[in-house]
């Protein structure tokens, strides 16, 4: 959950829009966006889930340059009532949670340089839109990301550390099954050639969705995932909203972490 940070400094800075809302971005930034989409249009047919396809053609996103916001949020409110709300390049615990709690999806509206174009670990404007948006226009996807927002509000420290692995596992690393395999739904492998391609081999470890197992597994942002964690269906999430998933955070609290299956980030 890479937003839910607190505040830190940022090389990169959010285009602020003109007096009519636009935000007019440079040749040089379209033509990163445009090189970042065609690739990753590339790679994912017969990989994303057939839901996260059918959001892509309903947002019909440019490829020749980067989308204003509205444009997202035209789409977003006519489908789930969501939209998108431009912030900072990083944003703290507060307005992160109070956006989801209220249908708006956070979006720094800069995009990565050519010199971090493969990676980098704050989320850009392609990874919010690309990654994430196509599936909030499904109701379940929204439905779970707008309880997630609630949920975060008033936890505590400790339980928003529970929660952002439950975030983590789900909306950004997710996998589904389909009746043709395995397939992505989690904006953080969506928006990622080499993630897309990796999450679904054979090399890192697959296990059926369990809001306990993923509220206790721990993670790292800066390495492709040891495990992912596959739903059902997306009902799975639908139905996340309507138990008291607090008490499974305090559950995961009392039992602990799992081990990591990966190495300490110093000895990567």
């Avoid at 997630?148 to 950004?172: C, D, H, I, M, N």
Wanted: proline content about 7%; glycine content about 6%.
């Amino acid at each position: 959950m890479k937003k839910a940070t607190a505040p830190k400094s940022s090389k990169y800075t959010a285009r602020e829009p003109n007096a009519q809302g636009f935000i007019d971005y440079t040749d040089r930034e379209h033509h990163t966006w445009q090189r970042l989409i065609e690739r990753q249009l590339g790679v994912l047919p017969g990989r994303a889930c057939d839901e996260y396809m059918r959001g892509l053609a309903l947002l019909d996103l440019p490829r020749e340059r980067i989308p204003q916001l509205e444009e997202i949020s035209r789409v977003l409110r006519r489908e789930t009532g969501w939209e998108v709300a431009r912030v900072p390049a990083l944003i703290g615990f507060e307005t992160f949670f109070g956006l989801l709690a209220e249908r708006k999806f956070p979006v720094a509206t800069f995009i990565r340089t050519p010199e971090e174009f493969d990676y980098l670990q704050e989320p850009d404007i392609f990874h919010e839109i690309f990654g994430h948006c196509a599936m909030l226009t499904n109701p379940a996807f929204a439905n779970f990301t707008e309880k997630y927002g609630q949920l975060g509000l008033s936890a505590s420290p400790k339980e928003r550390a529970y929660l952002a692995r439950l975030y983590w596992f789900t909306v950004e690393f997710g996998l589904l099954k389909s009746e043709n395999g395995l397939r992505i739904y989690g904006g953080g492998i969506l928006s990622s050639p080499r993630e897309t391609l990796y999450a679904l081999s054979s090399e890192p470890e697959h296990f059926d969705f369990s809001p306990l197992c993923a509220l206790r597994t721990p993670y790292r942002i800066d390495i492709v995932q040891p495990i992912y964690y596959v739903l059902n269906n997306l009902q799975q999430l639908q139905n996340l909203t309507e138990i008291d998933l607090m008490a499974k955070v305090h559950e995961a609290i009392e039992l602990g972490l799992f081990e990591p299956r990966f190495p300490p980030k110093s000895a990567a």
